[in-house]
């Protein structure tokens, strides 16, 4: 799977939204959340993405890692699972507790 990190978070530029064929990118409050059990590893995402926020999992990097656990989280921590689309999720109104704790990023 691909992994959303850090240079998401209080951006949200959407661009990713838009390349993902199979719509498993979510938007959470202050970051977009991809995933694993519905990304099918196209990599479409990865290079539109402005802040360059996007990493395969094995290339994310270490200061980031926590990143990989807060993606899969994400759609365990309120029971979403695997809904089979973003879109028709809609935006959700909470964040992994890590990336909700931040204090504003990327201004
Ligand atoms: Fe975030 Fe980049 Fe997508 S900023 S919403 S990962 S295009
Ligand atoms: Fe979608 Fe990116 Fe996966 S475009 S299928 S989230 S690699």
């Known amino acids: 799977t ?3 990190a850090q240079p998401c978070v209080d951006v949200k530029d959407r661009a990713c939204v838009d390349e993902c064929p199979v719509d498993c990118i979510y938007e959470g409050e202050r970051s977009l ?3 694993a059990d519905e990304c099918v590893d196209c990599g479409a995402c990865e290079p539109v993405c402005p ?3 996007i990493f395969y999992e ?3 990097p270490e200061e980031w890692a926590d990143y990989t656990r807060a993606n899969i989280d994400f759609f365990e921590l309120r029971g979403l699972g695997s809904p089979g689309g973003a879109q028709k999720t809609g935006a959700l109104d909470y964040d992994d507790p890590m990336i909700a704790a ?3 990023q990327n201004e």
Do not use: C, K, Q
């Open 2 to 4: 691909y992994v959303i």
């Open 33 to 35: 959340y991809i995933n």
């Open 51 to 53: 802040t360059e926020a």
């Open 58 to 60: 094995d290339d994310v």
């Open 102 to 104: 931040l204090p504003p």
